[in-house]
């Protein structure tokens, strides 16, 4: 999630973050007792289902297949999990953590534990003139994770989203110790971390202040050339003067694939990157927030793939290009701004992934609260959109990006995953199985969801779940799965065409 997010888009912002907000079933467009509540008031049903929603901002979730276990950050440990009330009863830490969990025969969890602990957090630290950016968090250690990859040699690679250090980090947790592996301008935050399975590592500039150095004086997309995610390296120092303002790698080199504002290269509508259209054609934005990306190889190489990229904005868009290996560096051949009309836009696309069967999956973070007053506000830029009032039930999902492999459409296609409930979705990642998805839900007082999907490679239907934790002596939480309901897409998307919205 962009932290910077809450300036860009109006109050509407911030009703949208009392997504875990308490409220009593009938002051929801959709009551708690209706059959449907489970995917359209996940969070509130879950909680009156007996499920610990007391999680606080639960980001990225990443996949590490070669130790089969999966990790979990949140960018803090406060609000509810510090409370000294509930199920979970933590000690404060502002600058965040990673947990793991290990998956069984069935990919099921049941233990989460702590991995990678950020702090000591220094709150007597001043903010820096220069930049406004303080380093209260330890600059050896992590502060507020946001983005998880794993590679293919089971290191882990942790993002942040902070104003606790001057300068965010990319880190490499490599046989339990941390290498910081790159620096990006102050004020920005870095996103998009993934790696192939060439072991290229891409990961994104989202929100750069105007005064960063030119190209990062806008938010980038980029891939490291000349470096592959297993080599050793010298760790960067910390930026100084105006080193501040650029970006640094501590092995090969920072290319930049796309910025916001240029031209999409053999585009066919003439698109920029990052630009977001409203449904009548008129230019709504520039979005300045790259975020999640999505690496789709082609070729049995991986030297050709389609990356998709999303951008955080609301409405939000996500931009898809073809890339080519041209030696040590890629040519981006040609690209689209991916058409979300079909499902009538989407919103806030913070971080993704991609399926085992090579498709990608976005995320509409931020649910729209959908009270029976003021509910229209909530929607409002989403109403602009359309040019007709906005439904809130229509975000908050996981969506499918489908290059057309049959050749019909020139264009991705796109199925949102209604089935999969409805929250803040961070990101959500599929295991191996093609059915068992994790996701991250990101807010204050927020859940831990599993998903089942009836099929392998089709997550159109499926069993949606909840976590209750039982906290334990040396702070991991023991899970006991609580199953919310079964649905399917199409049962979830004609509920919200029959929800009365007066």
């Known amino acids: 999630m962009s932290r910077k997010l809450t300036f860009a888009t109006s109050a509407a912002t911030a009703v949208c973050l009392l997504a875990g907000s308490a409220l009593a079933a009938d002051e929801r467009l959709v009551s708690l007792n209706d059959p449907l509540a489970p995917f359209l008031e996940t969070r ?26 999966i990790y979990i950050a949140m960018s803090e440990i406060g609000k509810g999990m510090s409370d000294d009330k509930g199920d979970i009863r933590l000690p404060e830490n502002k600058c965040g953590i990673v947990y793991e969990a290990a998956l069984d025969a069935n990919y099921n969890i049941s233990n989460l534990k702590p991995a990678v602990v950020g702090g000591p957090y220094d709150k007597s630290v001043k903010s820096s003139v220069i930049s406004g950016f303080k380093d209260r968090c330890d600059v050896n250690n992590i502060a507020n994770p946001d983005g998880l990859y794993v590679d293919r040699h089971g290191n882990l690679w942790i993002s942040e989203d902070t104003s606790d250090h001057t300068n965010n980090v990319l880190w490499r947790w490599k046989d339990g110790k941390l290498e910081r592996f790159a620096t990006v301008p102050t004020g920005a935050e870095i996103t998009g971390i993934t790696t192939t399975d060439n072991d290229d590592v891409l990961f ?4 750069p202040s105007a005064m960063s150095k030119y190209p990062y004086n806008r938010g980038v997309v980029g891939i490291v050339t000349g470096f592959k ?41 003439g698109q920029r990157f990052g630009q977001v259209n409203r449904l009548d054609g008129s230019l709504k934005e520039m979005c300045n927030h790259p975020d999640g990306n999505m690496f789709l190889p082609i070729t049995q190489s991986g030297d050709e793939a389609y ?30 701004n991916v058409d979300f009309a079909s499902v009538r836009g989407t919103w806030n696309n913070c971080n993704a992934s991609v399926t085992p069967w090579n498709t990608g999956l976005t995320s509409e973070e931020y649910e729209p609260v959908a009270v029976t007053s003021g509910w229209q506000k909530n ?3 989403m109403t602009a959109y359309l040019g007709e009032q906005a439904n809130p039930y229509d975000y908050g999902y996981p969506l499918e990006l489908i290059p057309d492999p049959n050749g019909d459409s020139a264009v991705t296609k796109v199925m949102k995953h209604y089935a999969m409930g409805r929250l803040s ?3 959500s990642r599929v295991m191996n199985d093609g059915k068992t998805v994790y996701s991250g839900d990101d807010g204050t007082d927020v859940i831990l969801v599993k ?12 069993t949606l779940y909840a976590a209750k934790v039982t906290q334990k002596a040396d702070e991991s939480f023991d899970i006991e799965w ?21």
């Open 482 to 502: 609580i199953e919310l309901g079964r649905a399917a897409n199409a049962d979830i998307y004609d509920k919200i065409r029959s929800v009365a919205l007066n």
């Open 204 to 207: 994104n500039i989202q929100h």
């Open 379 to 381: 929607v409002e830029d």
């Open 229 to 269: 995610a297993n080599d050793s390296f010298t760790p960067v120092g910390l930026p100084e003067g105006d080193d501040i303002y650029g970006v640094q790698v501590a092995g090969g080199e920072y290319q930049v694939l796309a910025r916001v504002g240029e031209p999409i290269p053999n585009d066919v509508y």
């Open 425 to 427: 979705y961070e990101m």
């Open 451 to 462: 998903y089942v999907a009836d099929e392998a490679r089709n997550l159109s239907a499926g």
């Open 307 to 336: 990356l998709f990229t999303n951008y955080e904005c609301r409405p939000g868009t996500v931009g898809k290009i073809y890339l080519k290996r041209n030696g040590a560096m890629w040519d981006v051949v040609d690209g689209e």
């Open 44 to 69: 509130e049903y879950a909680k009156k289902m007996g499920a610990s929603a007391e999680f606080r901002k639960m980001e990225g979730v990443a996949y590490d297949t070669k130790n089969n276990k």
